[in-house]
């Protein structure tokens, strides 16, 4: 698990598993079938939006590296 959620939280999205399948699919999960699709969430699932994450957070900061050194040099005196 990538992070480690606390009791209540892995309770509400367990919770919002069920709600999801009961609204979109017309069917009714058990606790023990919601956190196994939680479970797979978490290992299979989590992964690439954790490393889009990372990349969209690179690209900021590239951005932002860039802008400043653009500023930094603009400050500079003839």
């Not at 992070?3 to 309770?11: G, P, T, Y």
């Not at 598993?17 to 069917?27: D, M, P």
């Not at 290992?43 to 500023?71: D, F, M, P």
Request: charged letters at 40%.
């Amino acid at each position: 698990m990538l992070v480690k959620w606390d009791k209540e939280i892995r309770r509400k999205m367990i919770n919002e598993i069920q709600e999801y399948f009961y609204q979109e699919k017309g069917e009714e999960i058990g606790d023990l079938a919601a956190e196994d699709f939680l479970e797979f969430i978490d290992k299979v699932i989590s992964k690439y939006y954790y490393n889009e994450g990372i990349n969209q957070a690179k690209k900021l900061w590239e951005q932002s590296s860039t802008r400043l050194e653009e500023e930094l040099f603009s400050l500079k005196r003839p």
